[in-house]
């Protein structure tokens, strides 16, 4: 059986660095109350579009990772985040929970956009970015140990 190629080290920090520059500019709104970041059309337009590139980001860094283990096939995102937690990549409780909810919420933002309110928004924003944030250093981790 052939061996599968190494990880792109290119590819995971050029989505890192993605990563962390959708955190960035997410957190500038972690400031605002829910009428202030209701005031702009633009808050929610830029909040949608960083955190629409990080849960991308996300998915990709899990899927090539999960790409080069033998016979592990994701075929959905939530397979993605299920995977990582039980191969070791993520602590379980990260997969399990907010790697997981990630997923789903990938999947809202593609699939039923118009249905994502500017409260619920302005909520993860709030509330979720140290769960965004996680995923982040667990990718740092792995690329320091495996590259």
Same mark, same amino acid.
């Given at each position: 059986?052939?061996?599968r190629?190494?990880?792109?080290?290119?590819?995971?920090e050029r989505?890192?660095?993605?990563?962390?520059?959708?955190?960035?500019s997410l =957190?500038?709104?972690?400031?605002?109350s829910l009428a202030?970041?209701? /005031?702009?059309?633009d808050?929610?337009r830029?909040? /949608?579009?960083?955190?629409?590139q990080f849960?991308?980001?996300v998915?990709d860094? =899990?899927?090539?990772?999960? /790409?080069?283990?033998? =016979?592990?096939?994701?075929?959905?995102y939530? @397979?993605?985040?299920?995977?990582l =937690?039980e191969?070791?990549i993520v602590?379980?409780?990260?997969? @399990?929970?907010?790697?997981?909810?990630?997923?789903?919420?990938r999947?809202?933002?593609?699939h039923f956009? @118009?249905?994502? /309110?500017?409260?619920e928004?302005?909520?993860i924003?709030?509330?979720?970015?140290? @769960?965004?944030?996680?995923?982040?250093?667990?990718?740092?981790?792995?690329?320091?140990?495996?590259?």
């Open positions: 059986m052939p061996s190629p190494p990880l792109d080290r290119a590819k995971i989505l890192l660095l993605l990563i962390e520059e959708s955190l960035q =957190g500038r709104f972690k400031s605002q202030d970041f209701e /005031s702009s059309r808050n929610f830029i909040a /949608s579009f960083d955190l629409h849960l991308e980001a998915m860094i =899990g899927s090539h990772v999960l /790409s080069r283990i033998p =016979g592990v096939r994701p075929e959905r939530k @397979d993605i985040a299920r995977l =937690g191969h070791g602590p379980r409780e990260c997969a @399990d929970g907010p790697l997981l909810k990630m997923a789903g919420y999947n809202r933002m593609v956009d @118009d249905e994502i /309110s500017i409260r928004l302005h909520g924003i709030q509330n979720d970015l140290s @769960d965004l944030e996680t995923f982040s250093r667990h990718a740092k981790l792995l690329l320091a140990q495996t590259l």
